[in-house]
């Protein structure tokens, strides 16, 4: 494990990130969907022509862009054109609700956003209109909406702009007419020190959380995490992990833009389709979730299919058969949050020494640690479990609209709610979370958003969530309800009803209705036993959830 960070040789802004990449890789393949194919050569073009469109239309130092579109170069090139020129990018979620869009555009207080029209049958315009009153009686360019008080502009890809919307190809040609001698001296006012992006976490609370994440932090984590990976130039990576997370985004983006990588992109995940896309693409690395990798084996043209060029990535079930006997000895996990742009706790590939077993790795060179007792605030010996403190070069600003008294210590250490402990040689090891965040599928969901909605319904007097253990998924969210006297309801009706406020991976896959609160557990205090209503759960659909 290496004990000193590696930071790249360059000032570490967007730009520099962009058009370092285009003069090391050129026309090297970068990201591909489908038939649109980039090299970096070419994304670092299209980024800049966008970014004078931008500049001509008054986005400039730290104006908040929304980006909201799937992955691929159209992600890719919007999110260089916003922050090459200092404009701070809201990574917003594609699979986010009418209910859950509306809180972000207000909360980031966006000024202007890029969306696709559609995407896997949604159609975001429409979207839009539900989740802005009156935003389809206004002119473009000129938004003027009480529920988005900043909003002023919309541009769209891949569909027929609105009154209200323009053309991202238009905003594009405004470029066009700017010298390019103006963008440089725009970037020149960039610096590591700015923030970049918006990455919105659901985090340990049912408010919405968007880490501030800088330039530098951006731009040195991928590359400090690169020298304990093996990515090369002649890779081709494939992941289906959203851009709008930092698994996608720090790690797998970035990082591959560093080593000089290739991306491979698909408009949505299917096991027979994506089986086709790693074979026909030779894929070299896989980046995504287990359940995803059961999927793929489990398919019935697996056996069939030409994976041979498949070496490495954290998909273990895909590698050929004389590397997954390799793959099963001990090697360490690792440890991230959207608020350190992924993996704060690392190792390398080596295999781990005996009674290391369950090990997180180091902490990443450059990223400080503690284990502190939650009650005293007292710093714990080695092998104590407390809970996770740290601070360091990738650790976020801070969190969008919350002060840095509520969010950092005096002296800078970030509360990260995990539980783990450090042993003597420097291994973390996690054992869970200090609070109740469920993750399903790798996707993080927060117990209380869901009850709310569920609380929401006129039938439904008080909601509990929480995750039960699922051999392939991590966890599942489930739920109980209670309801009002002489109220009735069904599960699949309140399932789909959810369904229509929420992500889909939010939705609780089995919802257990009791006909009033009186068939809860309760303790003597008179609140909820949520500890023994979770058991019930647990025990009612812990072998029955599909």
Request: with cysteine.
């Amino acid at each position: 494990m290496p004990r000193t960070t590696h930071f790249p040789d360059y000032t570490p802004t967007s730009g520099n990130l962009v058009r370092e990449c285009a003069r090391r890789w050129g026309d090297h393949p970068f990201v591909t969907l489908g038939d649109d194919r980039l090299s970096y050569a070419e994304v670092e073009e299209r980024s800049a022509r966008l970014a004078r469109g931008l500049l001509v239309s008054g986005v400039g130092k730290g104006t908040r862009v929304g980006l909201l579109a799937p992955n691929g170069p159209d992600w890719v090139v919007g999110w260089f054109a916003i922050t090459r020129i200092g404009g701070v990018a809201v990574l917003l979620n594609t699979y986010s609700k009418t209910p859950e869009l509306r809180r972000a555009l207000r909360h980031s207080d966006q000024a202007v956003l890029l969306t696709v029209g559609s995407h896997l049958g949604n159609d975001y315009l429409d979207r839009l209109e539900q989740a802005a009153p009156g935003l389809a009686g206004q002119p473009h360019e000129h938004l003027l909406l009480e529920s988005h008080p900043f909003l002023r502009s919309v541009w769209t890809w891949g569909a027929e702009p609105r009154p209200w919307c323009g053309a991202l190809g238009d905003l594009a040609a405004r470029g066009d007419a700017v010298p390019g001698s103006l963008l440089a001296e725009a970037e020149a006012e960039v610096h590591p020190a700015d923030p970049m992006v918006v990455v919105y976490s659901s985090g340990s609370t049912a408010d919405p959380k968007g880490a501030v994440h800088s330039h530098g932090a951006v731009v040195r984590h991928a590359h400090n995490l690169g020298q304990m990976r093996d990515l090369r130039p002649d890779d081709v990576l494939y992941t289906p992990m959203p851009l709008f997370w930092v698994g996608g985004f720090s790690f797998t983006l970035v990082g591959a833009m560093h080593a000089g990588a290739a991306l491979v992109f698909e408009e949505r995940f299917e096991p027979g389709a994506t089986l086709e896309l790693l074979e026909r693409e030779r894929v070299t690395q896989v980046l995504g979730w287990p359940h995803m990798a059961k999927a793929l084996v489990d398919h019935p043209t697996f056996a069939a299919r030409d994976l041979s060029s498949i070496r490495a990535g954290s998909m273990a079930a895909l590698l050929p058969q004389h590397l997954q006997a390799d793959a099963d000895v001990p090697t360490a996990n690792s440890l991230g949050m959207t608020e350190t742009l992924g993996p704060h706790t690392f190792d390398t590939r080596d295999e781990l020494p005996p009674g290391k077993e369950g090990s997180f790795g180091f902490s990443v060179p450059g990223v400080e640690h503690r284990i502190v007792d939650p009650v005293t605030g007292e710093e714990l010996p080695a092998g104590e479990v407390g809970e996770l403190w740290l601070r360091g070069y990738s650790l976020m600003l801070g969190l969008h609209k919350r002060e840095r008294a509520e969010t950092f210590t005096a002296d800078g250490w970030y509360r990260t709610g995990d539980a783990g402990r450090f042993d003597e040689d420097g291994h973390f090891y996690f054992t869970g979370r200090m609070g109740d965040l469920i993750k399903s599928s790798g996707m993080n969901v927060t117990p209380r958003e869901v009850e709310e909605v569920l609380e929401e319904m006129d039938e439904v007097v008080m909601a509990f969530v929480t995750g039960i253990e699922h051999p392939d998924r991590g966890q599942d969210v489930v739920a109980a309800v209670a309801l009002r006297p002489g109220e009735t309801l069904d599960e699949e009706s309140a399932r789909a009803r959810v369904k229509e406020e929420l992500a889909s991976y939010k939705v609780p896959r089995r919802i257990a209705v009791f006909g009033d609160q009186t068939e809860l557990p309760w303790l003597d205090s008179g609140k909820v036993d949520r500890r023994r209503l979770a058991l019930l759960l647990e025990q009612r659909f812990g072998t029955d959830s599909p």
